[in-house]
């Protein structure tokens, strides 16, 4: 009883101590103290923005825009999203993806939708965000972002925080 009471033991320390650890605790360490692209303008990727899933899911809920007018690139914008609802789907589809065709009706445009920074905290759940060029709601991450020049903008989803 005794030997396969240290089995039990031994691999129990095993199944504690999995050899990914190392490499999460090294993530970790890199999102909480190293990494600000949250806060500087995130690390948008074209690629992932352009996707085709994007199209079935801004199809599913469904998500549009309609332009009213044209933005000249030569200026950075502060744009205001409403409704907020739970989670702003549109917002997500048409300053996040390609999915309604932003860029191509705005060409020169570079959108940031932005979130809570509480959102920057959940492990690969960021990188899937910065891809998208969401940020943070920080007033510091907007200043950088505006800050970066012409053509440069941000959208808020207006009355989220009183609810968040």
Same mark, same amino acid.
């Given at each position: *009883?005794?030997? %396969? #009471?240290?089995?039990?033991?031994?691999?129990?320390?095993?199944?504690?101590?999995?050899?990914?650890?190392?490499?999460?605790?090294? /993530? *970790?360490?890199?999102?909480? /103290?190293?990494?600000?692209?949250?806060?500087?303008?995130?690390?948008?990727?074209?690629?992932? %923005?352009? *996707?085709?899933?994007?199209?079935?899911?801004?199809? /599913?809920?469904?998500?549009?825009?309609?332009? &009213?007018?044209?933005?000249?690139?030569?200026?950075?914008?502060?744009?205001?999203?409403?409704?907020?609802?739970?989670?702003?789907?549109?917002? @997500?589809?048409?300053?996040?993806?390609?999915?309604? #065709?932003?860029?191509?009706?705005?060409?020169?445009?570079?959108?940031?939708?932005? &979130?809570?920074?509480?959102?920057?905290?959940?492990?690969?759940?960021?990188?899937? @965000?910065?891809? *998208?060029?969401?940020?943070?709601?920080? !007033?510091?991450?907007?200043?950088?972002?505006? !800050?970066? #020049?012409?053509?440069?903008?941000?959208?808020?989803?207006?009355?989220? %925080?009183?609810?968040?």
């Amino acid at each position: *009883m005794g030997d %396969r #009471g240290s089995n039990l033991h031994r691999s129990s320390l095993r199944s504690s101590f999995p050899p990914l650890w190392p490499i999460l605790a090294a /993530y *970790m360490i890199w999102v909480l /103290y190293i990494d600000k692209s949250p806060e500087h303008g995130g690390r948008l990727s074209p690629w992932f %923005r352009s *996707m085709g899933f994007w199209r079935y899911f801004a199809d /599913y809920y469904p998500a549009s825009f309609l332009k &009213t007018c044209e933005l000249p690139p030569d200026r950075p914008y502060v744009f205001g999203y409403h409704p907020h609802g739970i989670i702003g789907m549109g917002a @997500i589809c048409t300053f996040a993806t390609e999915s309604t #065709g932003f860029s191509a009706a705005f060409p020169g445009i570079i959108p940031h939708l932005l &979130t809570l920074a509480t959102n920057f905290r959940v492990p690969f759940y960021r990188d899937i @965000i910065l891809a *998208m060029g969401i940020c943070s709601v920080s !007033k510091q991450s907007c200043s950088n972002i505006l !800050k970066k #020049g012409p053509g440069n903008a941000i959208t808020i989803v207006v009355g989220a %925080r009183r609810r968040a």
